[in-house]
């Protein structure tokens, strides 16, 4: 074999460079396990913490690098265009935060650290890698990657029954929903001959529809779904959001539904899959509709943001019904403005829960507005834009989806989303009265804020206003990246 | 000129002043003095600003003046357009009027978390303002939805009895209400590609939108629903009476005094102004529930035994009339409508603090609880007689101009409705004056009645200028109704063209 025929075989530089960011984020991943038991332990969760930090800083840094140069790598198996980039931005982005709001969190939990900032770096990895595969099977296992950590992070309250139940129960109907994906992905692969989504995409619009492409599409829309938690496969998520180390739930509630999406994005749009507007359709108002109603009912924190973020699914779905020039980009910002409002106020629930996360439930953030202003004008703004209320990213994200619906002419799909937008002001309303109009039972104080948690919280907060009064630019961005993909 | 250097630029500073102001308020230190001082200057500055713009107004014309336009967002296409005609141009100065009046008459009743309260406050009054000045329609919802938040806030945390459960019902009533707006004005947005309001309006004129005729009446209902809702308009009132009882004094007379305006704004702006055959169509049931909330307000509001949702309930009267004024499509009607809603903010504004006043001493709005007022406060019931004489609509006050003007507006339209409008006067001076009865003559009947202290320098500063305000509004109503004129008869050009299509036919 003479160089010639080498270097045309072995991947060149720059396909390195299209996954640099999976590379830093495994290196510095291992780098931590490594280090782990070389420390002490209390003096491990701070300098792993910033390793941790540094490392998911040197991720979002190689997302912005990696932009210059867009195209497939690995045999087209991966490809960098707008569309991963932003995907790889949201997804590294949300887990700088995340460990933000973990470096407090730890040492008042008394956890372990060095675990579990290695999963939360390794658990990035899968979810980047989803937003750029292009093929099934590499979608897959970025999929596996990102759901073992997550597994894992969910059980890391050792200590309480609560988040070995949701440990447990993730994993059984997580592997299970993954089973249900990979056939789904066999199926395909029955039906079109290929893995790789261009291909598929290409056969699908051609030629007529093969029966197997409809349950493939739907078997793989079974996985997907209950990843996203979206109803009717959204069960599980009350309860492992409930047992779960609050951190991890503002990470897992964002950063891999964030990838999942992402790989939807690519399934339903660029992969044209047919039936796609019904089974949208029927997932989307259930989604919503469960959710909120659920919500209505919840006395615990996290019980309720878990069914919000059900309901927060089925109007991300809506804009998969509508047409991909406006929908895709529609679904893109959603999940920015997601990721920032629900990582922020799972950071405020995650600080306000104190050791052994004793105070989640709802009536103990009554009088917060008074214990802590800043802590609870944090979680309003969330809040607020949890509703969608006007100068926050919540409610351009509404306002694209159902835009989008409306000009697919999906006139019921978007009345049921507009009531049910209705509906969840009620929930979120009830916390924000709690904190600031009704009187606090005990005099415990709130702890003050430290200096990680406080970037965190304005990180969030700027995001999610940044996304309410400019949107433009990063709706542009989408735009130019849907293009992209549909071309 | 100065002033065309200024013209773009005015709507924009009056709008943001005040957040400007509530900004700066947060990182002031806790002190309470200093932070009332600071509101009242921001909200006097606000009001001193605001009145370049009746001075500069050319009144004979009818179209937006002082409008700025730029691009804010590209897609969707939202523009950052602002302007006033005589209409909303009034309501400006009315919201920037009494702002600073509520800062004086909020200065010792709040004494917990003050930096709160007047921080929600300026940030209500730029969203209100913002509401009157928006000529976009993505711009105008936001704002809409914007004085949600802080005016809940306000009931809610600073009201008292049951505030939290009257904050909640206000928010969810009218955050439902407003999603089937949302729902009208995305469907236009998809239909036309804009969400500038002259754009649309000239754009359904010119009979450019597709599937318009079908949609037409649901558009209509979406909007209309919303300001109803606002205004509120019998059935949907239940939340009003909760909200002003229970709020702050400051909260009510924001409420009532400009809150509600931005409903009947809504239908004299949106509702007739881009559904001119639709208003027509639908006139004769909102007339109805109108008169139904003129008579059916003013009785519930004679059987009040609690001051204060004696007074919400005639608020609930007098913006009916408001509503058979702009439905009856005559420049009468439409011209009396605008007067009575400015009339009404600043008579029941007063009745309001007037209110706070006495709740301030006897921490009660029994009407029962009073009586023989008079004699231990002369000058509070001085006051008190000039605003329910101003509201009960006696000649040469602001209340007479207004509702005079309605009333022949809606003989115009058809006879009944001006008779049965007639009588929601005679029973607003019955329930008032028999208020003003029970409460101040007679003899004291309760003791710690006898030493309660009369109006103080402050209040009288806060409550002097609704006086005048009343008295000059009835004298030289002119003042107000030539800058008026010209933008109703605008608002009713397309009324007068139908009217001429269906004599042709």
């Not at chain 1, 924190?301 to 895709?328: Q, T």
Request: proline share 4%; aromatic share 12%.
């Amino acid at each position: 074999m003479n160089t010639a025929e080498l270097t045309r075989i072995l991947p060149q530089g720059v396909e390195y460079v299209r996954i640099l960011p999976e590379i830093i984020l495994s290196l510095f991943g291992m780098a931590i396990m490594v280090l782990d038991p070389l420390v002490d332990q209390r003096a491990s969760r701070k300098l792993l913490g910033i390793i941790a930090l540094a490392g998911s800083v040197a991720a979002v840094l190689a997302t912005l690098y990696q932009a210059q140069y867009p195209g497939t790598a690995f045999w087209g198996m991966v490809k960098v265009d707008s569309f991963s980039v932003f995907f790889h931005f949201v997804v590294t982005a949300i887990t700088a935060v995340v460990i933000l709001t973990s470096y407090e969190y730890m040492d008042v939990q008394n956890i372990r650290a060095g675990e579990y900032y290695g999963l939360i770096l390794f658990g990035a990895v899968g979810m980047c890698l989803m937003s750029s595969a292009v093929e099934l099977v590499l979608i897959f296992i970025a999929l596996e990657i990102s759901s073992i950590s997550t597994y894992v992070l969910a059980g890391f309250r050792r200590r309480a029954a609560t988040s070995a139940e949701s440990s447990l129960k993730y994993f059984l109907l997580g592997s299970f929903a993954t089973a249900f994906f990979l056939y789904g992905v066999a199926m395909m692969f029955g039906a079109t001959g290929s893995t790789s989504i261009a291909v598929i995409g290409q056969v699908l619009r051609t030629n007529s529809i093969p029966l197997l492409a409809y349950a493939g599409i739907a078997l793989m829309f079974v996985g997907l779904g209950f990843k996203v938690a979206a109803a009717p496969f959204h069960v599980w998520t009350p309860d492992v959001y409930e047992g779960a180390p609050a951190p991890v739930v503002g990470f897992m509630s964002t950063a891999p539904k964030a990838a999942v999406f992402a790989v939807l994005l690519r399934v339903m749009f660029e992969a044209n899959a047919p039936g796609r507007v019904w089974l949208i359709w029927v997932a989307a108002a259930l989604s919503m509709t469960l959710g909120n109603v659920g919500a209505l009912v919840q006395q615990n924190v996290k019980r309720l943001l878990a069914y919000s973020s059900i309901a927060h699914a089925g109007y991300l779905l809506v804009a998969f019904a509508a047409l991909p020039a406006n929908g895709i980009p529609a679904a893109m910002f959603y999940t920015a403005s997601y990721a920032a409002m629900n990582v922020g106020a799972f950071a405020v629930v995650a600080h306000f829960a104190g050791a052994g996360e004793r105070r989640i439930s709802l009536d103990e953030y009554a009088g917060l507005g008074r214990k802590s202003p800043v802590l609870a004008a944090t979680l309003t703004i969330f809040l607020l834009s949890l509703i969608g209320i006007p100068t926050t990213g919540g409610f351009f994200a509404k306002f694209y989806v159902f835009s989008a619906a409306l000009q697919a002419n999906l006139v019921g799909l978007t009345m049921i989303g507009v009531l049910n937008s209705a509906v969840g002001a009620y929930y979120y309303l009830r916390v924000i009265v709690m904190m600031y109009m009704r009187e606090s039972r005990d005099e415990a104080p709130v702890a003050p804020l430290s200096i990680s948690l406080s970037t965190a919280l304005a990180i969030s907060v700027i995001a999610t206003i940044y996304l309410g009064i400019l949107p433009g630019q990063v709706l542009e961005f989408a735009s130019r990246s849907a293009t992209e993909l549909m071309r | 000129m100065n002033m065309d250097k200024w013209s773009p630029m005015i709507l924009s500073l009056v709008t943001f002043i005040p957040l400007a102001g509530a900004m700066l308020l947060t990182l002031l230190p806790r002190r309470d003095r200093d932070i009332r001082v600071f509101s009242l200057v921001v909200s006097l500055l606000t009001f001193v600003l605001s009145l370049h713009l009746p001075v500069h107004f050319h009144r004979a014309l009818a179209g937006f003046q002082y409008q700025i336009d730029i691009p804010w967002i590209p897609t969707p296409n939202i523009h950052y357009h602002l302007g006033v005609d005589g209409v909303s141009m009034w309501l400006v100065v009315l919201t920037t009027f009494l702002t600073p009046l509520c800062v004086l008459i909020s200065w010792n009743s709040i004494h917990e978390r003050v930096k709160e309260f007047f921080i929600l406050m300026l940030v209500l009054e730029t969203a209100m303002i913002g509401v009157f000045v928006a000529l976009d329609l993505f711009v105008f919802y936001f704002f809409w939805e914007a004085t949600l938040i802080p005016m809940a806030l306000l009931i809610g945390m600073y009201g008292h009895g049951r505030k939290v459960y009257a904050a909640v019902k206000f928010f969810m009533y009218t955050m439902i209400a407003s999603m089937f707006m949302l729902a009208a004005i995305l469907w236009l947005y998809a239909k036309v590609g804009t969400f500038d309001f002259v754009t649309l309006q000239s754009a359904i004129r010119a009979g450019q939108v597709d599937n318009f005729a079908s949609a037409a009446q649901w558009l209509f209902l979406g909007f209309f629903i919303a300001f109803a809702v606002k205004v509120p308009l019998f059935p949907f009132h239940t939340w009003l009476p909760d909200a002003h009882v229970e709020a702050p004094t400051a909260g009510s007379v924001l409420l009532a005094g400009v809150l509600l305006k931005m409903g009947t704004y809504g239908m004299l702006r949106f509702n007739l102004g881009l559904f001119p055959e639709q208003a027509r169509a639908n006139a004769w049931w909102v007339m109805i529930l109108a008169l139904i909330g003129v008579i059916y307000g003013a009785l519930v509001a004679l059987v009040q035994p609690n001051m204060k949702k004696l007074i919400a309930y005639s608020s609930i009267s007098h913006l009916g009339f408001v509503i058979l004024g702009i439905f009856s499509f005559t420049q009468a009607g439409l011209d009396g409508a605008t007067f009575v809603m400015l009339a009404h903010g600043v008579s029941t504004g007063g009745l309001f603090m007037l209110a706070g006043i006495l709740y301030e001493r006897r921490h009660t709005y029994e009407i029962a609880e009073f009586g023989g007022l008079a004699t231990s406060m002369p000058v509070y019931a001085a006051f008190f007689l000039f605003v329910v004489l101003a509201s009960v609509g006696l000649p040469l006050l602001n209340g007479f101009v207004g509702e005079f003007l309605v009333l022949s507006g809606a003989f115009q339209a058809r006879a009944v409705y001006g008779i049965l409008g007639a009588t929601g006067v005679i029973w607003s001076a019955g329930y008032l004056l028999w208020m003003y009865q029970r409460v101040f003559f007679g003899k004291i009947t309760h003791a710690s009645n006898e030493t309660l202290p009369d109006m103080d320098l402050r209040e009288r500063i806060a409550l002097v200028p609704a006086a005048i305000a009343a008295l000059v509004m009835g004298v030289a109503p002119l003042l107000w109704l030539n800058a008026i004129d010209p933008a109703v008869h605008a608002a009713l050009v397309p009324f007068e063209q139908l009217a001429g299509k269906v004599v042709g036919q």
